[in-house]
């Protein structure tokens, strides 16, 4: 089992871009979560996904949108990129009885120049 | 507000010594807390989480409730101990069932 993938590693924007990131949750699971994490800073909830829904959101404006396929893969898009969202973006996954049972993806680096 | 506030961005202690990673949290209601740690060049994984009391790699969190905190502790600390540790809280259901809030992190660095 992979765990949690998520694709790609690294990703170079230039501002005013946009930018989908990628993760296949862990075999099993069926909810996923998507977190920002700021040099320095811990990890900040985006959204959580689950049933091909966005259950819960955090504090982050309409540009950052996401869509749950069929599959229980997800994808996290970022509309018109600010400096600010150089990042790098974790996807975790879990099962929707057990949400706080995640499993993290090792994270898509994302720079914003 | 929920919040975790983890004072010590740096901890550095001597292989052998004992060591304890701070967490206080706010939260209006009776929250979950957990540990997270994240070896160098791993992904971020699950250390322990208060509901399950248990011992994992010989660390222990007791969850204060009167104090408002959620340190992490280990008698004898050793080499491979060293790397970023995040303290988290989930709220017990409601609008917040399964986000997690996480504090800045602490780097712990054991010295031989």
């Known amino acids: 089992d992979a765990g949690v993938t998520q694709s790609p590693t690294h990703l170079i924007k230039t501002r005013g871009q946009q930018v989908t990131l990628r993760c296949s949750p862990k075999s099993g699971h069926d909810t996923v979560s998507w977190y920002q994490q700021a040099l320095g800073q811990g990890p900040q909830f985006i959204f959580q996904y689950y049933e091909e829904e966005e259950r819960q959101r955090g504090n982050f404006p309409d540009r950052f949108s996401g869509h749950q396929f069929p599959n229980y893969s997800s994808e996290l898009n970022v509309n018109a990129l600010l400096l600010g969202d150089s990042a790098l973006y974790l996807c975790?996954?879990?099962?929707?009885?057990?949400?706080?049972?995640?499993?993290f993806g090792s994270g898509t680096r994302l720079t914003v120049v | 507000a929920q919040r975790v506030t983890q004072p010590e961005k740096l901890l550095s202690v001597f292989k052998g010594a004992p060591v304890e990673l701070k967490c206080n949290y706010s939260y209006s209601g009776s929250p979950e807390l957990f540990w997270y740690v994240q070896y160098s060049r791993q992904r971020l994984q699950l250390l322990l989480r208060?509901?399950s009391r248990e011992s994992i790699k010989g660390f222990t969190a007791d969850l204060n409730k009167g104090e408002t905190s959620f340190h992490l502790k280990k008698p004898f600390a050793q080499e491979e101990d060293s790397a970023m540790y995040y303290c988290?809280?989930?709220?017990?259901?409601?609008?917040?069932?399964?986000?997690?809030?996480f504090g800045r992190g602490t780097q712990l660095t054991v010295w031989p």
């Open positions: 208060h509901i």
């Open positions: 975790a996954s879990s099962l929707a009885l057990e949400l706080r049972g995640y499993t």
């Open positions: 988290a809280l989930s709220g017990p259901g409601g609008s917040t069932l399964g986000r997690l809030y």
